[in-house]
């Protein structure tokens, strides 16, 4: 809104110029707050996959150097597991030498099994569970099949991603506060390691520098990376903000 009483049109479309390519297609509403509606102009604006200077930063990009965690496993200390394997995690890392945060929330038993039922390979999700039964430690014959999801296995696209693993050479999904194989964002299985995504994890996809550390336990340090600007974002609004200032003051001035 600040933007769009203060510039011009053409100077409020730099901001969406992008840095990294996007299979996607952004709808602008563009107009002023003293104009009247008659007056809005709609712009589509595609992000064409090779119309970026860099490429897309992966799964792989953002955490291939962190340590293997065991599922809740939170009493650690361990070093990286490689030296920078990309750009991202040569900034990121900064000058730690041992990550913080990366804690791993507890599943349930009977969930666990069925993550280490996932096949470990891209696109893989509770479809891949076979329709069988399986006993816990307590003795308790259960369903492997989420039965609310077998059920109606027609709603929402097969409810595709629950359960999910990320792929390496993909890109992390919205980041939520509160990663689980059931919840909005089902995908948050490691690639290859039986849990969830770590705090550490979950704070590398938003672009939080590894020396940041968060308060609370780990429902909490989730919920405030969930809810929160990614780091980058709000650089990189503000730069492009600064730019427009910039030309239109130019542009006043000529």
Known sequence: MIAARRFTLSHLLLIYSSTHPQALTYLVIASSLTRPLSSIALLSISLEPNGAPFRPITVRDTIGDLPPV???ESNINKEY???P???FQKEIRGNKNVPTDHLSQTMNEHN????KRIPKRPGADWRDLPEEKVTLS???VVDLIPGCLAAKPGKKKQWKGLFGRLDWDGN???CVTKPGPMGMVGKCFHPDQDR???VRECARSQGFPDSYEFEGDI???HRQIGNAVPPPLAFALGRKLKEAVQLNNFAKSN
């Open 70 to 72: 065991e599922n809740g």
């Open 81 to 83: 597991e490689t030296d």
């Open 85 to 87: 394997i990309s750009w």
């Open 112 to 115: 666990l099994i069925r993550c």
């Open 138 to 140: 307590t003795g308790l």
């Open 172 to 174: 992390f999904p919205t």
């Open 196 to 198: 969830i995504v770590t």
């Open 219 to 221: 429902a909490h340090k």
